[in-house]
């Protein structure tokens, strides 16, 4: 027995988004709290320092970061899959 109340079929769709983006660092990035302070650690070695947490992305996977002292202003798009670690910023 199928379900196709458009509710149900919400419901599917997000369950389907979350389980696409797997992983520990995407999983932290779904419950972060938005304006955190964050290092990030990119699978390709680089480090993203002193960057503020925006949102997550179901849909894509995409972290959303602002850098208001490297580049004030600017945006950082990162797929949460090629991040490795995150330093979560003491107070």
Do not use: H, W, Y
Not at 47 to 58: A, G
Not at 65 to 78: A, H, N
Request: proline share 1%.
């Amino acid at each position: 027995m199928g379900c196709n109340c458009s509710k149900c079929t919400s419901e599917l769709s997000s369950n389907n988004n979350k389980n696409r983006c797997k992983g520990c660092i995407c999983d932290l990035l779904r419950e972060l709290r938005k304006g955190t302070e964050v290092d990030v650690f990119l699978s390709g070695g680089q480090i993203l320092e002193d960057v503020v947490f925006k949102r997550f992305d179901n849909n894509n996977c995409c972290a959303i970061f602002i850098d208001p002292i490297t580049e004030r202003g600017s945006t950082l798009i990162v797929d949460c899959q090629k991040i490795d670690a995150i330093r979560i910023e003491a107070d």
